[in-house]
Structure formats: structure tokens, C-alpha cells
């Protein structure tokens, strides 16, 4: 068991009912916080069974695609179209999921 794509799974199934929540707010937004939790776990997923620098690439841009969401989900907070309470456990497995990247990434 890969704990990192595990983590990125559990954080996409924590956004299911606030991406519900959000497309009725804003279409846009809400794609794009599918496109970017989704690019997390495919990209930890791809990196596992790639080796040397492909690896860390693969997780450099998981990476990246979470420190998106996690503008995203700022934003959709900023706009009012989400409230604390439907992201809060999203934004606890963001930060666990960062800090496994960081790991493996360095």
C-alpha cells in the first residue's frame, strides 16, 4: 500500500459533497478543484511505478496540482461559495498529503 495515494483518495472522496456544493455556486471553480485533487492522486499513482527522475517529477507535479487546490479552495472560500465546515477535513488531508510529497520529493 502506497500511504500517499492513499491519503489523495481519502482527500478526494472528502470533497464529493462541497464539489456538489460549489458547481451550483460556480461551474468553473468547481472543475477545476476536480482536475487538481484528481491530478494529485493520478500523479502519485503514474510516479509509483516510475523510477530515478520521472519519479520525482511525477510527484513534484502532484505536488503542485495540491498547492492548487488548495488555492482553489481558498478562493471558492473567499467567493462564499463554500463555508469552512464543508472543506475543513479537505484541508486537514491536503496538509498531510503535502507533507508526504515533501518527503518524497527531497
Known sequence: MFDALEVSLDLVRSLRVPVLRLRRRDRALSDQVRRAASS????????????GADRTHCWRIAAGSAEELRAALRVALAWGALENRDVSQALELLDRVLAMLWRLVR
Not at 494529485?40 to 523510477?51: D, I, P, T
Request: glycine share 8%; net charge positive; proline share 0%.
Open 40 to 51: 494529485v492522486a493520478l500523479n502519485l499513482a503514474e510516479g509509483r511505478r516510475r523510477s
